[in-house]
């Protein structure tokens, strides 16, 4: 559950056993308990596979967007993910758990959004929450991007994490260009670099990278070098990397549409370090940049959200 309150609107959500077969076929975007309410986005719905185990995850953005995701599959490195548009109105602060018939949920962790930075300032410099490891970073119309045509890379100073999202949007004037997100950020060696590239001269990014240092100085991992699924000018992007080292790339709001695109690279290094950042070459926007906790190491339970 998400945003409860009185319990009549809240978020439900669901993956549910239908029929007593085993596994989890069927999920749900419900209302209050279990649909007392009503449904939103996909409502109640067929999973593209079914499963018996996984780990979930369920978030809902400023725009009422709802995600689930799906990973640890079964064990291995699938993912599922599926979006949910548009929910009410939070009527609530919240969040919660909810079982039928013995469905299981175990190790439970709320994240704390605790580094965010829409860079709504003048044009120049990142400012005093971040620090450039290469190239030249800089705020323009409201955007950070890369001005040179090397990967500059910056971190959030003192931010750490292994969440990390934003918004990502090509540069209209086309060419070879690159947005990129960073975790476990240490000497810059065997970092996660996470790319979007623009590889032709039609303003939209065509490929995907799961590279390692910067811009692939120290390898790749997963899909390496791929193309996209299907081409992006913009979208919301929200990475993440798990106990098993697997990372999950998940697009939403693609194109300013519903559309979505899923992929993971498996496989990751032990982390270097724990910060987190963004990459540009040439002028791809990251904006609106987002690290959310997740420490794995710890065992207390921090009753905090911060954002």
């Not at 469905?103 to 450039?132: A, C, H, Q, Y």
């Not at 299907?230 to 300013?256: K, Y």
């Not at 032990?270 to 065992?299: K, M, Q, W």
Request: hydrophobic share 40%; glycine share 14%.
């Amino acid at each position: 559950m998400l945003d409860f309150g009185a319990g009549t609107q809240n978020l439900f959500i669901k993956v549910q056993d239908n029929g007593a077969g085993g596994s989890f076929n069927t999920a749900g975007c419900y209302l209050g308990n279990s649909g007392d309410g009503a449904q939103f986005g996909l409502g109640f719905f067929a999973l593209s596979s079914p499963f018996t185990t996984a780990h979930m995850i369920v978030n809902v953005d400023e725009a009422r967007v709802v995600t689930l995701v799906f990973t640890n599959i079964d064990g291995g490195s699938d993912a599922q993910a599926y979006v949910c548009d548009v929910a009410p109105t939070a009527e609530g602060p919240f969040v919660g758990i909810g079982s039928y018939q013995g469905g299981l949920i175990d190790n439970v962790r709320v994240n704390r959004v605790f580094g965010l930075d829409s860079f709504n300032r003048p044009n120049g410099s990142m400012g005093l929450g971040w620090e450039t490891k290469n190239g030249v970073m800089a705020i323009v119309d409201q955007t950070a991007r890369g001005l040179i045509d090397t990967s500059s890379l910056t971190v959030f100073t003192n931010v750490t994490g292994n969440l990390v999202e934003g918004d990502i949007a090509v540069n209209p004037a086309g060419g070879t260009n690159i947005a990129a997100f960073i975790l476990n950020y240490g000497l810059g060696v065997s970092n996660l670099y996470i790319k979007f590239q623009n590889q032709d001269d039609d303003p939209a990014f065509d490929w995907i990278g799961c590279f390692l240092g910067n811009n692939g100085s120290g390898g790749t991992i997963g899909l390496e070098f791929s193309p996209l699924t299907l081409p992006v000018t913009n979208a919301h992007v929200r990475i993440g990397v798990n106990e098993a080292r697997t990372v999950t790339i998940l697009l939403t709001r693609i194109n300013g549409g519903t559309g979505m695109q899923l992929y993971t690279c498996a496989g990751a290094p032990p982390a270097e370090g724990n910060l987190v950042g963004i990459a540009s070459y040439d002028g791809g926007r990251i904006d609106n940049v987002i690290a959310s906790d997740f420490v794995p190491t710890l065992d207390a339970f921090l009753p905090m959200i911060i954002r």
